[in-house]
């Protein structure tokens, strides 16, 4: 029996660096002759809401540690992310700052022994919230795409949920599936 194998541009956010490489968001962009950054906008633990809970297989208002950023390419925000922890593995860590993490925040979680190994991860199409919309600096009527992905370790316990909104003109998912 012959196996298929999902390739996605999610790759490289998935993966831990090597010490002393940048983070995966600046990496991508400067290979594609570009610029990109991020801002740190809020760290800290927060009662996690229902649809992350659910990911992360605990109870809704249970609390979690999140990062929320806005991402820049070539200084235009392009995508707000939030990134949510158990809090058995991000409470007392850099994952709960924010300062920046050298490497990200994926090489920081496989130095601490949660290495992901699979990941489930959920589009839709939707009206951003006037925050939202004012953060990325879209227009009335513009869709965000929202991608949910979750990532799993060797034990299908769920280490990171990131939810991200990008303006669905600025974007593209590439998906592709080797067969056999």
């Given at each position: 029996?012959?196996?298929?194998?999902?390739?996605?541009?999610?790759?490289?956010?998935?993966?831990?660096?090597?010490?002393?490489?940048?983070?995966?968001?600046?990496?991508?962009?400067?290979?594609?002759?570009?610029?990109?950054?991020?801002?740190?906008?809020?760290?800290?633990?927060?009662?996690?809401?229902?649809?992350?809970?659910?990911?992360?297989?605990?109870?809704?208002?249970?609390?979690?540690?999140?990062?929320?950023?806005?991402?820049?390419?070539?200084?235009?925000?392009?995508?707000?992310?939030?990134?949510?922890?158990?809090?058995?593995?991000?409470?007392?860590?850099?994952?709960?700052?924010?300062?920046?993490?050298?490497?990200?925040?994926?090489?920081?979680?496989?130095?601490?022994?949660?290495?992901?190994?699979?990941?489930?991860?959920?589009?839709?199409?939707?009206?951003?919230?006037d925050e939202?919309?004012?953060?990325l600096r879209?227009?009335?009527?513009?869709?965000?795409?929202?991608?949910?992905?979750?990532?799993?370790?060797?034990?299908?316990?769920?280490?990171?949920?990131?939810?991200?909104?990008?303006?669905?003109?600025?974007?593209?998912?590439?998906?592709?599936?080797?067969?056999?």
């Amino acid at each position: 029996m012959s196996t298929s194998e999902w390739i996605s541009t999610s790759m490289p956010y998935l993966t831990p660096r090597e010490k002393g490489q940048s983070d995966a968001w600046g990496a991508d962009a400067s290979a594609r002759g570009r610029r990109g950054r991020q801002r740190i906008v809020h760290a800290g633990e927060i009662a996690a809401p229902a649809e992350i809970a659910d990911c992360l297989g605990i109870a809704e208002d249970e609390a979690v540690v999140v990062r929320r950023r806005v991402m820049y390419l070539d200084d235009v925000p392009c995508e707000l992310t939030d990134t949510y922890y158990p809090v058995h593995i991000a409470r007392g860590t850099r994952l709960a700052g924010t300062a920046k993490i050298p490497g990200g925040a994926v090489s920081l979680l496989a130095e601490l022994g949660y290495t992901g190994t699979r990941v489930q991860e959920d589009v839709i199409a939707r009206m951003p919230s006037d925050e939202e919309r004012d953060a990325l600096r879209s227009g009335t009527g513009e869709p965000v795409l929202q991608l949910t992905r979750v990532t799993l370790d060797g034990r299908d316990r769920p280490i990171q949920v990131d939810r991200m909104a990008m303006p669905g003109h600025l974007q593209r998912l590439r998906y592709e599936i080797r067969i056999g």
